[in-house]
């Protein structure tokens, strides 16, 4: 018994200590910069849309948080976040690839001085319920552009369909290859309809933000 408890507690530092390590990782931009050939295909062409589990456009990167596009990318390879295609891309990278490449989205396109407003739009009809409900901007921030902690997502200006396709995804369980694992976001997406997380996708997309998508060429 002694034994197979500290092989769990071995087992337990062991992996504490590795994600410890991909989050301290300095990312370099410039070396991302030749780090993306994968992602620009996706996520440098606008208005580019994928067909899994269901047609939308992929997000827009460019000005997302550092700390938030590496934390997608672990989670990707450790599988809370279920798909295929970006599990086969996050296993190909390293630890110091993902700092690179999340250094440089989060300064791709980057406009020195650009002031956002301090709050959303003022919502109508049963948008302002349904945010109540939701608390959303306790963690996404009151303009959803300003998240409380750079490991969340900004979501103001996103893409709506995919918005609304990532809000059902926290509500899927028990399929291999889609959904994702989050306790919060799978506790708040469960209050919704499908109707109102379209509601919800809509008006936040509306929202002025920091995310771009920016045109990349493969042939750099």
Not at 182 to 197: D, I, P, R, Y
């Amino acid at each position: 018994m002694k034994k197979f408890v500290s092989i769990a507690f071995a087992v337990t530092v062991s992996v504490v200590s590795t994600f410890s390590f991909a989050q301290d990782v300095k990312g370099d931009a410039n070396a991302g910069s030749q780090k993306i050939a994968m992602c620009i295909g996706c996520h440098g062409i606008i208005g580019y849309q994928a067909s899994f589990p269901e047609v939308y456009k992929v997000p827009k990167i460019s000005g997302q948080s550092e700390k938030y596009i590496s934390t997608v990318l672990n989670d990707y390879k450790k599988g809370d976040r279920k798909h295929p295609t970006m599990r086969g891309i996050a296993d190909s990278l390293t630890d110091k690839d993902i700092a690179d490449i999340s250094a440089y989205y989060a300064n791709h396109g980057k406009v020195d001085g650009a002031v956002l407003p301090d709050k959303a739009t003022e919502p109508s009809g049963n948008v302002a319920s349904l945010l109540t409900k939701g608390a959303c901007t306790s963690c996404h921030g009151a303009n959803f552009a300003k998240p409380i902690d750079a490991s969340y997502p900004k979501i103001a200006g996103q893409n709506a369909d995919y918005l609304y396709v990532a809000l059902k995804s926290y509500k899927v369980e028990g399929n291999a290859k889609w959904g994702r694992s989050n306790g919060v976001m799978g506790g708040v997406a469960k209050q919704f309809s499908t109707t109102e997380l379209k509601e919800l996708a809509n008006y936040v997309a509306a929202q002025q933000g920091d995310l771009k998508t920016i045109p990349q060429s493969k042939f750099r």
